[in-house]
């Protein structure tokens, strides 16, 4: 990444920090911060893994070109804390450098269409159960401000 796609980069976290200081609210972010932050990251990776390996695949014939991906193992509890997060990057990183040392080609092409269709419906499946888990959240939620009717 450049200096202006590092400085691209910056400028979405502040961003994103000033959107989220926005619209929280002390008393609701007490209540369903925690919860929501970690489906709402859960299912950003998932997203962000998904656009990876689509990515993957159109550039199946692109010589010299390295699979990505990133390591879905997210725990729900904690995975807010920049440490956590901090972390998680290390180890994506790391399994990317592992990856980019592997090439199943001449052309120095490391993607395996076989494997990337397979990361594709397991994240799919992966997505599909985070968005079951936050309908029910919500479901939840709802009853209780309904109180249970």
Known sequence: MGRNGAQRSKDSDRLKRTEARRWSHPVLDKIFNEDLGNLQQALQRTTRR????SANIANLNTPGFKRKDIDFNIVLQGANSRAAKRMQDMQDQKAQEASDRV??????????????????????????????VTTNYFSNLKSVIREGK
């Open 50 to 53: 998904q656009s990876m390996l």
């Open 103 to 132: 090439s199943l080609r001449a052309d120095g092409n490391n993607v395996d269409l076989e494997r990337e269709v397979m990361s594709i419906a397991e994240t799919q499946l992966r997505y599909e159960a985070l968005t079951s």
